[in-house]
């Protein structure tokens, strides 16, 4: 599988098709400019930071930060910043920045869809996979049984020698499932058995912010990179698809984010002090605004789907109109920075969280807070409504509370480490609560008691099988058939999710391969297709009479351009034909492999603990 992902980054191009002269092209326009000022350091024989410019699909395989280029999205490209030196990588790195013209030459040339050449066609920018949008926003429990995972693969990614800070966490309106963000991976557990559901890859680092949305059909994750990347993504729950990803041009880690009720928007913050709300149809930026005067810190779409509210670490909270993105109301009051923002279930009020250690909760109607409740003398980390309207906060005192009309009603400590979120789950009878050194606990919320741990770091199958394996032979030795039995059925299901997590990567290699073969089957027969129009151009042009030398000179010299370029196509045609073929046969013995694992899969699912042979 290495091999065929190397292949498919190494040939990977645009779709080639119309022939326009004046549209901006990498052969015409950009590769110049390269040739002047960065091939020296960023070619096949001299890869500086992995990068090679000297082709469009050298280019869109990127060097070691990534893709160089997204079709149609200048401000996300890697290269428009770099060129422009709005990052803390600059090139040329050893001389002062490119004309302003050339810089707008590759801005329009990126803008326009990567055109390689005249005769090529402009690269689709991604899409959404499905309309996500709701016509009614339900408010109460959506009809039918809650979602809850299928049969994810629960193969964590990561695994870290110790925990970190997990603000990432979520429980879903309806079901019994929580959602932990780690280390590039969503964690799914239910709530109930505590059994693992799915590990959801999190590649682009660190999740920061999760929420569900208010179906519970859908969960989104905020996060990144610090410094250096963030990105937003959605899940349906179900199925663990990624359906839309936004946020390509944040220069950091997004901090908060959600997706509106209707789930038509999805709106992202962070340390560059906007909000930006994007349209999940079209994934494009709908609305940016500038309001905060430091980072946002908290956001919330409102149950009603009428409001946005957003908050920053200067105190600052703000209620945007969801339809316009215009701001509706501004609140002051706190001292310092609000570090999570709940809406009632009822979109009548909001309630705030602060490190000035109180919990705000503000009217929207009468632009005011009803209510100051001194919450955590040392601050304030989170709230959350449950349903029924109560409030849990989570404090830099190391405790957890429960609020019931502004009184306490249940309190929590917990003094081995401080408590950085605290959820109700969908039925309100218990709370999750992660803390500072990467627990995440579960406590019953009636009794008080604790209710188990959650593993925001599952060990890798292979581990978990092997313990599952010395429990059984144990059992078997001492004689115990009820453990036995208990230890059998075990190993049998850790086989099944062992054999389901192989299945699920070599399916996920094989869509990889067809999307790639189409691609360069696509760009094959486009490159033939400009081979033929170069052919005919080329025969009218020798069909002039030229009578001067001028004339007959700049005849020679169209007709060897057009017969450069239509070379150029002709080994782009077989290049991509040869590539196409190759991987092609690679797709046969990949699918031939996701069947072997399928057989070994169902055979894993059929296998009855009864039949396990006795030691």
């Known amino acids: 599988m290495r091999a065929v992902r190397l292949l498919l980054l190494s040939v ?23 040739r002047n ?101 339900a408010l109460g429990k959506p009809d039918g049984p809650p979602p809850m995972p299928g049969e994810l693969s629960i193969e964590a990614e990561v695994r870290p020698a110790r925990g970190t800070p997990l603000t990432a966490l979520a429980a879903s309106p309806w079901a019994p ?13 239910h709530t109930g058995t505590r059994e693992l559901l799915g590990v959801l890859p999190f590649f682009e680092g660190f999740p920061v912010d999760l929420k569900f949305s208010r179906n ?71 609305h940016k605004k500038k309001k905060h005067t430091d980072w946002v810190t908290a956001m919330e779409f409102s149950p009603d789907n009428q409001h946005l509210a ?51 909760i503000w009217k929207t109607s ?79 919320a009636e009794s008080g008691k604790p209710a188990g741990e959650l593993d925001a770091y599952p060990p890798p199958l292979a581990e978990r099988l092997a313990r599952a394996q010395k429990s059984l032979s144990e059992a078997l030795v001492a004689g115990d058939a009820t453990a036995a039995d208990a230890a059998r059925a075990n190993v049998e299901k850790l086989k099944v999710a062992q054999a389901s997590a192989a299945l699920h990567r070599a399916k996920t290699d094989l869509a990889q391969n067809k999307a790639g073969h189409e691609r360069l089957v696509a760009e094959a027969a486009a490159a033939k297709e400009s081979v033929e129009k170069l052919g005919k151009e080329i025969a009218e042009a020798k069909k002039s009479s030229p009578k001067t030398k001028t004339e007959k000179d700049e005849l020679a010299k169209k007709l060897k351009k057009l017969s450069d370029r239509q070379k150029l196509a002709q080994t782009k045609s077989a290049a991509a034909k040869s590539a196409a073929d190759k991987l092609a046969r690679e797709i046969a013995a990949a699918q031939s492999r996701v069947d072997k694992l399928a057989a070994a899969q169902q055979r894993a699912k059929t296998a009855s603990p009864a039949k396990s042979a006795r030691l």
């Not at 946020?247 to 560059?272: H, M, N, R, T």
Request: aromatic share 6%; proline share 4%.
């Open 12 to 34: 990977v191009c645009p779709v080639l098709a119309a022939f326009a002269q004046d549209k901006v092209t990498f052969d015409d326009h950009v590769l110049p400019i390269f």
């Open 37 to 137: 000022a960065c091939l020296k350091c960023h070619n096949p024989d001299k890869l500086k930071g992995d990068l090679d410019l000297t082709t469009v699909a050298a280019l869109l395989k990127g060097g070691g930060s990534g893709p160089g280029a997204i079709s149609g999205d200048p401000s996300g490209s890697k290269l428009l910043k770099v060129i422009t030196h709005d990052d803390e990588m600059k090139m040329p790195s050893e001389s002062s920045k490119l004309p302003d013209k050339e810089i707008d030459l590759i801005r329009k040339w990126i803008a326009g869809g990567l055109l390689e050449n005249s005769g090529s066609k402009a690269i689709p920018a991604s899409r959404p996979k499905v309309d996500l949008y709701l016509n009614v926003v």
């Open 177 to 189: 499932l929580a959602a932990i963000g780690a280390p590039r991976q969503v964690v799914l557990y």
């Open 216 to 286: 519970g059909r859908l969960l989104l994750a905020g996060g990144g990179h610090a410094g250096k990347s963030g990105k937003v993504v959605v899940w349906d729950i179900a199925t663990g698809d990624r359906i839309i990803a936004v946020g390509d041009d944040e220069f950091d880690a997004v901090q908060a984010a959600d997706i509106s009720p209707d789930q038509k928007w999805i709106a992202l913050g962070g340390q560059s002090r906007l909000v930006k709300i994007y349209s999940t149809k079209t994934g494009e930026l709908e």
């Open 310 to 360: 957003t908050a920053d670490r200067n105190g600052g909270i703000t209620v945007w109109e969801t339809a316009t993105g215009q701001e509706v109301i501004t609140f002051a009051g706190h001292k310092a920075a609000v570090n999570g923002l709940a809406w009632r279930p009822d979109s009548t009020m909001l309630a705030s969280a602060s490190e000035d250690g109180t919990v705000k």
């Open 366 to 444: 009468d632009n005011q807070s009803i209510r100051s409740i001194t919450a955590h003398d040392k601050g304030v980390l989170s709230v959350h409504y449950a349903m029924d309207g109560r409030l849990v906060t989570a404090g830099r005192d190391n405790k957890v509370v429960i609020w019931n009309k502004g009184e306490k009603a249940a309190t929590f400590p917990d003094t081995n480490a401080l408590p950085v979120r605290a959820r109700f789950t969908g039925a309100g009878t218990q709370l999750l609560v992660s803390d500072f050194t990467g627990r995440v606990k579960l406590w019953n």
